[in-house]
Structures are given as structure tokens and as C-alpha cells.
């Protein structure tokens, strides 16, 4: 069974990191490229960033600049550094392979309040 499990969120103030991490099962790591999302209140999900699995990365432009995205394909993790942290980044932020791939279900997710 394919498990996703988010990690690393918290309360942290504009300005401040958090790195999060997520922990993939063997099977889909090593096929997929692995994305980033999140989901603030109210709105929809939300792509963040992706890297393949041989390290290319791409980010959305509200990110660009700030976070970081990376695979340890030995430990079948991938994390995301968070820097300049903003209140809009406020949200429940979830891994996925990238292109989502909709038999996979969603893991419980982290959240990362960003507030003064």
C-alpha cells in the first residue's frame, strides 16, 4: 500500500524557515518525480514545487526564491525548505508524486501557520 507521510510543520513568525519532510513508499519513489502542494483555508490545493528523480526542481512563483525542494532517494524522503516564511504561505502543505496521480491517495498532511 502506497503511504505518504508529511512532517516538519509548525507556528513560526513572517521572516522565519521550516523545513518539512515527507517520507514516501519505496514503490513510488523511485518512478515518480515528487511535488510539493498546499491548501490554505478556503481555497483549493495548490501546486508548490516538484524535483524529478534525477534533482531538476521547478517552483511556482509565489515560492521562487524562498523554498527549496530535494529528494534523498536513499531514504525514500522528500523535503522542503522554507525561508522568508509570509502569512500567505499559511497552510496545510501535503506531498504527491508530480503529475499528481490520482490513485495515490493523500497523506494526512502538515501545517504551517505563519503568523506574528
Known amino acids: 500500500q502506497v503511504q505518504l507521510v508529511e512532517s516538519g510543520g509548525g507556528l513560526v513568525q513572517p521572516g522565519e524557515s521550516l523545513r518539512l519532510s515527507c517520507a514516501a513508499s519505496?514503490?513510488?519513489?523511485?518512478?515518480?518525480?515528487m511535488g510539493w502542494y498546499r491548501q490554505a483555508p478556503g481555497k483549493q490545493r495548490e501546486w508548490v514545487a516538484r524535483?524529478?528523480?534525477?534533482?531538476?526542481?521547478n517552483y511556482a512563483d509565489s515560492v521562487k526564491g524562498r523554498f527549496t525542494i530535494s529528494r534523498d532517494n536513499a531514504k525514500n524522503t522528500v523535503y522542503l525548505q522554507m525561508n522568508s516564511l509570509k502569512p500567505e504561505d499559511t497552510a496545510v502543505y501535503f506531498c504527491?508524486?508530480?503529475?499528481?496521480?490520482?490513485?495515490?491517495?493523500w497523506g494526512q498532511g502538515t501545517q504551517v501557520t505563519v503568523s506574528s
Open positions: 504527491n508524486p508530480y503529475p499528481r496521480v490520482l490513485t495515490i491517495d
Open positions: 519505496g514503490s513510488i519513489f523511485s518512478i515518480y518525480a
Open positions: 524535483v524529478t528523480r534525477g534533482g531538476s526542481t
